[in-house]
């Protein structure tokens, strides 16, 4: 599902940063 207007995968990336 989407969060904060982003796809989980970008979401994780941008965790990851």
């Not at 599902?1 to 940063?17: I, M, T």
Request: proline share 12%; aromatic share 12%.
């Amino acid at each position: 599902y989407v969060f904060d207007g982003k796809p989980p995968e970008l979401k994780k990336q941008e965790l990851a940063k």
